[in-house]
């Protein structure tokens, strides 16, 4: 149960509320969809042709569905370079028109605070790119990596 990325804001409201609220109440109604395939630069394609076992798959969207762990937002899974799954739910989150917290009905369109998890993927990308050899010391400035911005480096911003 997607909206179209490319679907107006209008209409995707709708869509979603009234899928997520049909499947709140019956989530064993999910049925597995390949993501649809954009101009976007993202290749596509099936659970099964990437090997993943899509009954688990669409037990655990049921689960989701059914509340069973609340306030996941949205699950995307990228297997050999392409996207096999893509779905997002509703949760609480900071509404952007309101400014208070609530329940977001998300979507691919939605805006979602991220806060900390930035942190985590650099963390990750700089340890793959030590174990690879590309970083030779974890202590290096990260000004030698960036001589285009060696201007901004400077007090105690070095």
Same mark, same amino acid.
């Given at each position: 149960?997607?909206?179209?990325?490319?679907?107006?804001?209008?209409?995707?409201?709708?869509?979603?509320?009234? @899928?997520? +609220?049909?499947?709140?109440?019956?989530? *064993?109604?999910?049925?597995?969809?390949?993501? *649809?395939?954009?101009?976007?630069?993202?290749?596509? +394609?099936?659970?099964?042709?990437?090997?993943?076992?899509?009954?688990?798959?669409?037990? !655990?969207?049921?689960?989701?569905?059914?509340?069973?762990?609340? @306030?996941?937002? +949205?699950?995307?899974?990228?297997?050999?370079?392409?996207?096999?799954?893509? @779905?997002?739910?509703? !949760?609480?989150?900071? @509404?952007?028109?309101?400014? =208070?917290?609530?329940?977001?009905?998300?979507?691919?369109?939605?805006?979602?605070?991220?806060? =900390?998890?930035?942190?985590?993927?650099?963390?990750?990308?700089?340890?793959?790119?030590?174990?690879?050899?590309?970083?030779?010391?974890?202590?290096?400035?990260?000004? !030698?990596?960036?001589?285009?911005? +060696?201007?901004?480096?400077? !007090? *105690?911003?070095?």
């Amino acid at each position: 149960m997607r909206i179209p990325r490319s679907a107006n804001i209008k209409g995707a409201i709708l869509f979603v509320f009234l @899928n997520y +609220s049909l499947l709140l109440a019956q989530p *064993e109604a999910y049925k597995y969809s390949v993501p *649809e395939k954009l101009r976007d630069g993202i290749k596509t +394609s099936s659970l099964k042709d990437e090997g993943i076992d899509e009954d688990k798959i669409v037990a !655990g969207t049921k689960e989701l569905l059914a509340g069973d762990y609340p @306030n996941i937002h +949205s699950v995307l899974i990228f297997r050999h370079g392409k996207l096999v799954y893509e @779905n997002y739910f509703a !949760g609480e989150d900071e @509404n952007r028109e309101t400014g =208070s917290l609530g329940v977001v009905k998300h979507s691919q369109d939605t805006l979602h605070d991220i806060r =900390s998890i930035s942190k985590s993927v650099v963390a990750l990308a700089v340890l793959r790119a030590h174990s690879m050899g590309k970083i030779k010391n974890l202590d290096q400035p990260i000004a !030698g990596f960036f001589p285009e911005y +060696s201007s901004y480096f400077v !007090g *105690e911003k070095r």
